[in-house]
């Protein structure tokens, strides 16, 4: 059973940084491209991030380019996101997601709140 575990979400003033990290279970991590997504209230969830599998390769949506950096262990199962200079408009409830063989599995999600 795939389960996927975020954590890291919190309050943070404009200017400032978070990290969050998800774990994964459940299937062979190092198989997988692993995303990450938000959800703004009343907006759709949109991409944030993916980094596949060897973690050579990664890609960033305009909105985030420069100021996100997505990263994996894959002895730790783990994939993390490291986010700076954040705005208000980064306000959202993040989730990390898996993709393997034409499969995708989603975590809880953790909230994140910019806000001075």
């Known amino acids: 059973q795939v389960h996927l575990m975020e954590s890291g979400g919190g309050l943070v003033q404009p200017g400032g940084s978070l990290r969050l990290s998800c774990t994964a279970s459940?299937?062979?991590?190092?198989?997988?491209?692993m995303y990450w997504y938000r959800q703004a209230p009343g907006k759709e969830r949109e991409l944030v991030s993916l980094?596949?599998?060897?973690?050579?390769?990664?890609m960033y949506p305009e909105s985030v380019k420069g100021r996100f950096t997505i990263s994996r262990d894959n002895a730790k199962n783990t994939v993390y996101l490291q986010m700076n200079k954040l705005e208000p408009e980064d306000t959202a409830v993040y989730y990390c997601?898996?993709?393997?063989?034409?499969?995708?599995?989603w975590g809880q999600g953790t909230q994140v709140t910019v806000s001075a």
């Open positions: 980094i596949t599998i060897s973690g050579v390769n990664t």
């Open positions: 459940g299937f062979p991590f190092s198989t997988a491209d």
């Open positions: 997601s898996s993709y393997r063989r034409g499969v995708r599995n």
